[in-house]
């Protein structure tokens, strides 16, 4: 129970990563308010976790929207009286072409989505995060580091936010907030395996070789990250990116083509997992092939 006594808010909850935080953090003991789109299961996932035993609430809206983003904030401290932990979680990935066929709508609703909702939760949560010397966590991404071609906005939207991170990290140390990024590769979501993401069948299947550790990560895995950043145990972790992508940014050449099979499965993992491939529906995905 790392978490007991806390009170997150977990942004882009209704799937994919942030269906796992919701879950991995009710079970480490937090009471949740959860946040997404209003097409975002997020409603089931806070179901999901009171049939379990946990205490969560369901936030609907877009939180690259000022007001939207205020009154996630102020309806999460009203509902559990305080807030311990903000995670911003929410981004999207809906684009495939090369920059110069990238179209402009497609960066402004990334910029919006990746940037702009971090940016808004975190101004609006730091007040209450200093009455509880709380955190923030951000959900950067192995692209943030090495840039990706095709998807050259999204890769740079992560670099913000790795930036932004730490100078929050840095700002807020003297009133003993915690701010760090979690910067996953290849995770087995909607983004990375199955029909109508930006990634082609062909480009999908290429990815476990690419891996030194020869896999997709699992929600859970990255989950399993969030809780132990949150937690009284990295207390002394701050300014922090902290990749998690299977070795995939060193890797020279498809290392994961090495890996045998049995070393492939990924664990088993005991979250009640019911929308990891769910993060597309409702978005127009573009892709320029
Ligand atoms: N899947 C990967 O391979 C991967 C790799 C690196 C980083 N990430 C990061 O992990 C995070 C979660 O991604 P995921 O793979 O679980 O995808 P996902 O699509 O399942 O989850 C993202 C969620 O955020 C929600 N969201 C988007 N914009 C929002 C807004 N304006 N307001 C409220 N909610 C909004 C989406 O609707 C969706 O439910 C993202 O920030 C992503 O950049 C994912």
């Avoid at 049939?51 to 102020?74: M, P």
């Avoid at 010397?133 to 740079?156: C, D, H, K, Q, V």
């Amino acid at each position: 129970m790392r978490l007991k006594g806390k009170v997150a808010i977990v942004t882009g909850a209704g799937t994919g990563i942030g269906e796992a935080i919701a879950h991995k953090f009710s079970r480490e003991g937090a009471r949740v308010f959860l946040a997404g789109l209003p097409s975002d299961p997020v409603q089931d996932v806070a179901a999901a976790v009171t049939t379990n035993g946990g205490d969560a609430e369901a936030f609907l809206g877009d939180l690259s929207e000022e007001d939207q983003a205020r009154k996630c904030v102020e309806a999460a401290a009203r509902r559990f009286g305080h807030i311990n932990v903000l995670v911003n979680n929410a981004g999207i990935f809906i684009a495939n072409a090369e920059t110069d066929a990238y179209r402009v709508e497609d960066f402004d609703r990334t910029i919006r989505a990746n940037i702009r909702a971090a940016f808004l939760m975190t101004k609006f949560a730091i007040p209450h995060l200093h009455k509880t010397r709380g955190n923030i966590l951000f959900t950067g991404s192995e692209a943030g580091f090495n840039g990706s071609a095709n998807m050259t906005p999204y890769g740079a939207s992560k670099s913000f936010l790795h930036a932004f991170a730490k100078g929050v990290a840095l700002e807020q140390a003297k009133y003993g907030v915690r701010a760090n990024c979690v910067c996953p590769g290849a995770v087995d979501t909607a983004w990375t395996r199955g029909p109508g993401g930006p990634l082609s069948a062909e480009v999908q299947n290429t990815i476990d070789g690419m891996v030194p550790l020869g896999r997709r990560g699992t929600p859970e895995e990255m989950a399993n990250i969030f809780a132990f950043l949150a937690s009284d145990e990295a207390s002394y972790i701050t300014g922090a990116l902290l990749l998690a992508d299977g070795g995939v940014t060193p890797a020279k050449g498809p290392m994961g083509e090495f890996v045998p099979d049995e070393l492939r499965r990924p664990p088993a993992g005991s979250l009640p997992l019911r929308h990891s491939h769910d993060g597309l529906h409702g978005k127009e995905v573009f892709n320029a092939k």
